[in-house]
């Protein structure tokens, strides 16, 4: 069945997405700031709003919609993979607050726009606490090229792809360091236990980091140059400034707005985070990429799995 689709976010995932709804042949209607459509004609009878909207205007975009006509029916999908620097919400629970009788939808996974765009074959997950809602998601994305699971932990899956950004700069770190592969694996493995300790404190369930939009993301992010996050890592990693690498970045990095709100979550809820400090610290410039890999090869001593 044809739905009408309103797609907030023009950028690199939201222009994706759009298409590949539209080759389902379904009624796109794509918003962003620069457009000639204004929200409220975007939104208006629309059965399903995405956001693709980079984390620093979810809120104001979600406070913008609540103010339009919208349908008491229709589904919110979150496709943003980052922490509100002031709450320290997702964008699923910022949405949830501002529209508490409609069903949300997460959509996450390893998903690099630029080989979805490509026709590359790409599977994702849409989760929600409404299975039928994420059943309408499901049926409106899927494809020979794009596969659609769907999961009822939002939060879990949310969290997977926003924690393997700080990940992912640390990776760039890596490989900009030709730091080798047997570093990489613990990297990535050790960031894995990480983002898992992190998302429990948070409300994920443990085996959803073991899916796509866990492990899933998190070995797509820290393996390939396309990732914007992976980039900073790299070129920090080159003697750049965080400053320069953001000018030149094609995109968002969400990574590193997102380390900064996970050490203020640290701090609070007094979680540890080698890692996320370490990508922390680098972003701050408190220390050089070589000082910030001894002091986590130098920690104490401990058994693998104690968490
Ligand atoms: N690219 C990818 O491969 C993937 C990205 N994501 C996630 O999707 C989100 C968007 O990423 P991506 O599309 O790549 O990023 P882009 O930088 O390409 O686009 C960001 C979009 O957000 C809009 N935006 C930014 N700030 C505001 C604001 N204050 N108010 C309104 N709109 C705003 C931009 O609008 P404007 O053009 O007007 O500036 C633009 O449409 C991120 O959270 C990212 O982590 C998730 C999966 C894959
Ligand atoms: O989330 C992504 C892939 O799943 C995109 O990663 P970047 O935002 O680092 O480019």
Same mark, same amino acid.
């Given at each position: 069945m044809t739905k009408t689709i309103a797609i907030l976010g023009a950028g690199a995932w939201g222009t994706t997405l759009a298409n590949l709804a539209r080759a389902n042949d379904h009624q796109v209607r794509l918003w962003s700031r620069q457009g000639d459509l204004s929200l409220e004609d975007?939104?208006?009878?629309?059965?399903?709003? @995405?956001?693709? $909207?980079?984390?620093? /205007?979810?809120?104001?975009? #979600?406070?913008?919609?609540?103010?339009?006509?919208? &349908?008491?029916?229709?589904?919110?999908?979150?496709?943003?993979?980052?922490?509100?620097?002031?709450?320290?919400?997702?964008?699923?629970?910022?949405?949830?607050?501002?529209?508490?009788?409609?069903?949300?939808?997460?959509l996450s996974g390893p998903n690099l726009s630029e080989e979805i765009s490509q026709g590359l074959p790409a599977a994702t997950v849409v989760a929600s606490k409404n299975t039928a809602a994420a059943q309408v998601v499901q049926q409106v994305f899927s494809s020979g090229r794009f596969r659609v699971y769907t999961n009822s932990d939002?939060?879990?899956?949310?969290?997977?792809?926003?924690?393997?950004?700080?990940?992912?700069?640390?990776?760039?770190?890596?490989?900009?360091?030709?730091?080798?592969?047997?570093?990489?694996?613990?990297?990535?493995?050790?960031? @894995?236990?990480? $983002?898992?300790?992190? /998302?429990?404190?948070?409300? #994920?369930?443990?085996?959803?980091?073991?899916?796509? &939009?866990?492990?899933?993301?998190?070995?797509?992010?820290?393996?390939?140059?396309?990732?914007?996050?992976?980039?900073?890592?790299?070129?920090?990693?080159?003697?750049?400034?965080?400053?320069e690498i953001l000018a030149s970045l094609p995109g968002t990095a969400e990574g590193v707005n997102t380390c900064q709100v996970l050490m203020q979550i640290s701090q609070e809820q007094n979680i540890t985070m080698p890692i996320t400090e370490q990508v922390y610290r680098l972003l701050e410039t408190q220390v050089t990429p070589k000082q910030a890999l001894d002091e986590l090869m130098l920690r104490d001593t401990k058994p693998e799995y104690h968490q």
């Open positions: 975007v939104v208006k009878n629309a059965e399903i709003v @995405l956001s693709a $909207i980079s984390m620093k /205007g979810v809120q104001d975009v #979600a406070l913008s919609v609540k103010s339009c006509q919208i &349908s008491p029916q229709t589904i919110f999908v979150t496709a943003t993979k980052g922490l509100d620097a002031k709450t320290t919400r997702t964008p699923s629970q910022i949405w949830q607050t501002e529209f508490p009788d409609h069903s949300v939808v997460v939002p939060v879990g899956v949310e969290l997977g792809g926003t924690l393997k950004n700080v990940m992912a700069i640390a990776s760039g770190v890596c490989d900009g360091l030709h730091l080798g592969t047997n570093a990489k694996a613990a990297l990535v493995t050790r960031g @894995l236990t990480e $983002i898992i300790r992190i /998302g429990k404190v948070l409300g #994920a369930k443990t085996e959803t980091f073991y899916g796509l &939009s866990g492990l899933g993301d998190l070995l797509a992010t820290c393996n390939s140059p396309l990732s914007r996050n992976y980039q900073v890592g790299y070129q920090l990693a080159s003697g750049k400034t965080l400053t």
